[in-house]
Every structure is written in C-alpha cells, then in structure tokens.
C-alpha cells in the first residue's frame, strides 16, 4: 500500500501540472521524509483513473500514525499532517500569483476559475468534507432563501483539546487571516495552511490579498483581506474598498461584516471582506420604496423588500454611490428615534453601523446598506436586534454578513436534532425528555399543530420548511425597523434626515 499510495499522491501533482516527469523522486523522497521512512520499494506505474485524494492521504496518515509520527489518527492530528504532505507538492506562492494574473489577461473570471479549482485540488478546499453539509432552500415572502447546516469543520478530540490547552501560544500567525497564514505549519490551536496560496490585490490604493474560504458556505465564497492586521471598519475607505473590489471582479459580489460586535462577524480583529460567485435572495429582492436623497439625485435610491432594513444605492459613478453611502452612513451612526428604540450610543458605548454589499449591474454599481445596531438590555442581553430567545434552538449566533444576504449557516447540532426530532414526531415520544429534542420541543408542538398531515415522507421537507421559517424570524429580529406599518413610518423618518 505505501509504494501505491506514494506513487499515486506523486502522479496526482504531476497530472495536476505541479510536478515535470523529472520531480517525481524528488517528491516522492520528500514524502518519505515526512513520514520518517528510511526508504521504499520505489515508484510504480499509475494508469487509469486516480482514487481520490482523501483516500491517498488517509492511508499515508494512518501509516504516520503507526510510525508515531503522529499522535493520534484523528482530524486534530491528521489534519496536520496531510496538508504537510500537499504542501510538499502545491506550488510556490509567486507561481501561483504568477499562473492567477496570467488568466487575468484573458478575463478575471478565467482567472478566479482557475484559482478556485486550485485551492479544492490543493486540498486546501476539502471537498469530501464541504459535501457533507447538509443544504436545502425555503420559499418565503422574501424570495427563495438557503439553509445549510456546517458540518464541514471537524470536532476536536479530547486528547487534542488537552494538548492544546498546554501549548504555549506563538502569537504567530496574529489570527487565521494574517498573510502569514500562507505555508504556516500550524499546531493543534491552529490549522495547517502549508497548502495554502493567497493572491495579491490593490483595493483603494491599499495592499489586500484573495483568497477562497476553506468551508465554503456558498458557490466560490471568497475572502479578501487587509495586508496589515488591523481592525475591521466600516467606513468611506471601505466603501471605496468593495467598488473597487468589484470592479477587478465584476462577476463576483462583496460585501463586509459589520464592525461593531454582536452585529459584526467573528474576527472583527482583522480588516477584511467576504464575496464569491453566488446571487443571494437580498440580491434579488427588489426595491419596494423609492426614495430620493437630497444632493444625490443622479442615483437611484430606495428601500429594498427584505426582513432587515436595507437602502440600496445605484449608479454608474462609483465615487458617487460611496459618497453617498458614507453619507448614509454619517447620518446613520447618530441617528437616535426612541419610539423605535434606537440609540446610536449609551454611556460613551457607540451602537450603529452598516453591513455593506456590493455587486455590479452592468455597467452600474449597487450597493446594499443594511443598517445594524448592538443595543442591548436587560430583557434582551444578547442585544436587542438580534435573534429573540424563542429563536435560540435554531440559531443564537451572530447574524453575520452571510446570513443577513439570506443564507443561514445553522450550527452542526442540528444535524442529530433534526433527525431525532423527526423520529419523535412520528412515534409521539416525549421530546422534552431527550437531550436532543428537550430545546425544540415547544416549537415542535406547534410544527405539528400546523401540519395534521405530518407523516414518515414529509416530515423531513417540513421541518426544513419550518426552520426556514424561523430564520426568516431571526433576520426579521436583527431589523431595526420591523415590518409593520410603525417600522416602516420609523424608517422613513430616518430617510427624511437624508
């Protein structure tokens, strides 16, 4: 098996345009260095179709383990080592940069097809693991939402989080964003990215680098990232930023997590954006309210038929629409309307900001301003626009850049608690006597009192229909003017201060 499976992980790089015919000892004496081998019956032949590369590496890593090179042969510590072992054999990073910008002279969507398939054939993708999410969509008042419950990032074992937690912490890379990420061996606290390319972009005169998410939660889900470890800000310059990020890329969309917590993403610590080649239900809905704003007549402006508040700004100037937008944004961090219970600041504490997204519409720019505010009190200490305690069971996290375009990423619980509640619903057990149930089964009651019809071929498509529903819950939660007839006469007072 090792002679086959060394021979087979050589011929994969060759065949992939990584490694000439002259490489192949080379690379295969590399890979025997990784795997503390003195030696091996040599290369053989590979013809035919190859296995996939998964399978490759999970047989050198259990030969690993058995050699102790390895401690364990668990995610935690294969993890580690198979990306070693790709990153012997991905190419170095001014190649790639070289190979991403000669496609760009063909078209920028040659080039990010490319750099995609790359970063999944490098392994630095895990497809095997990415196919495991589960996925479906909901139809709903908004349009067509997604759903997807991740279970693309692997749990940890015992004796892995032990070990961790007695390692002393290098403070480098700064955080999984840092260009530094680039070839980092990484430890148990912090993933392997020897496998790892990143390429070089200038977004508003600015150094920022590209590169694609290894859990990609929608089709080419990117991140573009600030060169410097520096906080994430919602301002002109990042108005700027995405403009100029989509007109590089015109067939991709961008947009930014908020900077303020609660609202915010998970790592507000380093500056950077999320975009990919994928049209969400916000990019969809339409405008339902035209408006018009006072010294910026040559747009196109309005507020768009979403769950959240959201004005949309066009136009074909792109220094226009990010005046505006930071015109918008000026007014909008403070703006204070108590009968809607919003304060931009209390006690020195700012709480206002804006989730910004953008794409191209031919020749024309739009950019979504999603208002946020982090306010929180004693009823609601997870703040006040956000997701309602009812809503917990589904999803108490962050609703971050992603699910506010209308893409929920439900934590990989849900994958059990689904299934079992499913199984209860059809037998009538007692589902607040199950660990995995207890917290749905108030929800459940109602699921079922909705749905008489219920049986063993639609229960699984209703409970997908009805946790759409409570998500559509959640971002109509994290709004800050409800959709009713007060919130929406409370966001026109707003428009008015435009």
Same mark, same amino acid.
């Given at each position: 098996?090792?002679? @086959?499976? &060394? ?45 996939? !590369?998964?399978? &490759? ?11 102790? %090179? ?48 790359? +970063? ?26 997604? *759903?997807? $419950?991740?279970? /693309? ?7 892995? *989080? ?71 800000? !919602?301002?002109? +310059? ?15 969309? $961008? ?6 917590? *609660? ?45 959240? /508040? %959201? ?5 074909? #100037?792109?220094?226009?629409? =990010? ?18 219970? @919003? ?55 962050? !609703?971050?850049?992603?699910? %506010? ?20 619903? @059809? +037998?009538?057990? #007692? @589902? ?11 929800? =459940? ?15 699984? /498509? *209703? ?5 759409? =529903? ?24 707003? %428009? /008015?201060?435009?």
């Amino acid at each position: 098996m090792l002679e @086959l499976r &060394i021979s087979q992980l050589v011929e994969y790089a060759v065949r992939k345009g990584w490694l000439a015919e002259s490489d192949r000892v080379w690379a295969a004496n590399r890979i025997l260095e990784a795997l503390r081998l003195g030696g091996f019956e040599g290369l053989t032949a590979v013809e035919g179709e190859l296995p996939p !590369i998964q399978e &490759i590496l999970d047989d050198l890593c259990t030969v690993a383990c058995e050699n102790g %090179v390895i401690e364990g042969n668990t995610p935690a510590y294969t993890d580690l080592f198979d990306t070693k072992l790709m990153g012997l054999l991905t190419p170095r990073p001014s190649e790639v940069i070289r190979a991403f910008y000669d496609r760009m002279q063909d078209s920028p969507r040659a080039a990010t097809n490319w750099y995609y398939a790359f +970063s999944g054939d490098t392994n630095y993708i895990r497809r095997d693991r990415i196919a495991k999410d589960r996925k479906w969509t909901v139809d709903t008042d908004y349009g067509t939402i997604d *759903i997807t $419950i991740n279970l /693309s990032k692997p749990e940890k074992d015992p004796k892995a *989080i032990a070990a961790a937690g007695k390692a002393k912490s290098t403070g480098y890379p700064k955080c999984l964003l840092c260009a530094e990420n680039e070839g980092y061996a990484g430890h148990l606290s912090h993933p392997a990215r020897q496998n790892h390319r990143i390429i070089p972009i200038t977004l508003g005169g600015a150094d920022f680098f590209l590169q694609y998410s290894p859990y990609v939660y929608y089709n080419e889900h990117c991140i573009v990232f600030n060169k410097l470890h520096t906080p994430m800000h !919602i301002d002109r +310059s990042a108005f700027t930023n995405l403009l100029d990020f989509v007109t590089l890329f015109p067939h991709y969309f $961008i947009g930014s997590n908020a900077d303020l917590p *609660i609202v915010g993403g998970s790592v507000l610590s380093h500056d950077h954006y999320q975009g990919g080649g994928y049209e969400f239900a916000m990019a969809r809905a339409e405008v339902e309210t035209p408006v018009t704003i006072p010294g910026f007549e040559d747009l196109e402006a309005g507020i768009v038929k979403w769950p959240m /508040s %959201v004005i949309r700004v066009k136009g074909a #100037d792109k220094e226009r629409v =990010a005046t505006c937008a930071a015109h918008v944004l000026e007014k909008w961090r403070g703006y204070d309307d108590e009968s809607a219970f @919003l304060f931009h600041e209390t006690e020195g504490e700012l709480h206002s900001t804006i989730t910004p997204i953008a794409r191209r519409r031919g020749e024309d720019y739009e950019l979504d301003l999603v208002l946020r505010n982090n306010i929180t009190t004693e009823e609601n200490p997870l703040g006040v626009f956000h997701p309602h305690a009812e809503k917990h069971h589904i999803k108490k996290e962050n !609703i971050g850049l992603i699910e %506010v375009m209308g893409l929920a990423v439900l934590p990989a619980r849900l994958k059990d608690e689904l299934d079992a509640l499913a199984e209860g619903l @059809l +037998s009538g057990a #007692d @589902l607040s006597a199950d660990a995995r149930t207890a917290s749905h089964a108030q929800w =459940a009651a109602e699921v079922q009192a909705r749905h008489p019809e219920l049986n063993a071929e639609n229960v699984e /498509s *209703i409970l997908q229909q009805e946790v759409g =529903a409570v998500f559509c819950g959640v971002l109509e939660d994290a709004g800050v003017f409800k959709r009713t007839e007060e919130g929406r006469a409370a966001f026109l007072r707003f %428009v /008015s201060t435009l």
